[in-house]
């Protein structure tokens, strides 16, 4: 049962959390002040407020990046990026897990006011949310934020004009992750309680 529980836990966090659920066929750069800080896990998320308009740093492909990222593709990540061209005037940033952070060489949290930098994907459902695979902070440090390779393939990414659809027009998407994920957990809690009434039956 406990086993259960821990597998249907895991998966929740995959479908909340995992890559796939961000346009990582379209790196995006943006930079801005730090406005609000949520720091815990399972991951920290720091609002930024975009500098307007967003512009791409000359020379940002050359940039000392970590090795471990480098060794994942993180250099040609960079090749490919582009500025952030939302229209939102801020963005949630997803950052990696706590633990993971201060190995990376983050022990300290980002505070409200400091100046960032990153490198990353839009949600796929939150176009305000977006997934770093590198920040750079105000002191200077790169911090990579990816430790496993991007999904081999993704969808094409949607213009801008296309990421509300209108109802009825075939584009609907289905239900989110975390709907689906909810369901699962249900039916094996459900199957939990029916097995253990049979049990306690003479």
């Keep these: ?46 609002r930024l407020r975009l500098s307007a308009p967003v512009r791409l740093p000359a020379g940002l492909a050359e940039r000392p990046i970590p090795a471990e990222l480098a060794e994942l593709g993180g250099r040609e990540v960079l090749r490919r990026t582009q500025p952030f061209d939302g229209r939102a005037g ?7 897990p706590v633990e993971r952070l201060s190995a990376w060489g983050m022990p300290d949290r980002v505070a409200a006011g400091e100046r960032l930098e990153a490198v990353g ?8 949310e977006l997934r ?10 790169a911090i990579r934020q990816r430790s496993v390779p991007l999904p081999e393939t993704s969808p094409p990414a949607p ?19 975390w709907l689906a994920g909810g369901a699962l957990l249900v039916a094996g809690a ?13």
């Design 1 to 46: 049962m406990k086993s259960m529980i821990l597998a249907l836990a895991s998966l929740l966090g995959t479908l909340h959390h995992g890559w796939e659920d961000f346009h990582t066929e379209r790196p995006l750069y943006v930079s801005g002040t730090v406005t609000e800080v949520r720091w815990g896990n399972p991951h920290p998320e720091v």
């Design 132 to 141: 770093p695979e590198l920040l750079v902070r105000q002191d200077g440090r």
């Design 159 to 177: 213009a801008p004009s296309d990421m509300a659809a209108p109802t009825g027009s075939g584009t609907e998407a289905g239900p989110p992750p």
């Design 90 to 96: 801020e963005v949630v940033l997803v950052l990696a």
């Design 190 to 202: 459900t199957a939990v309680v029916v097995y253990g009434r049979k049990r306690r039956r003479p």
């Design 121 to 128: 994907y839009v949600s796929r459902e939150h176009a305000d």
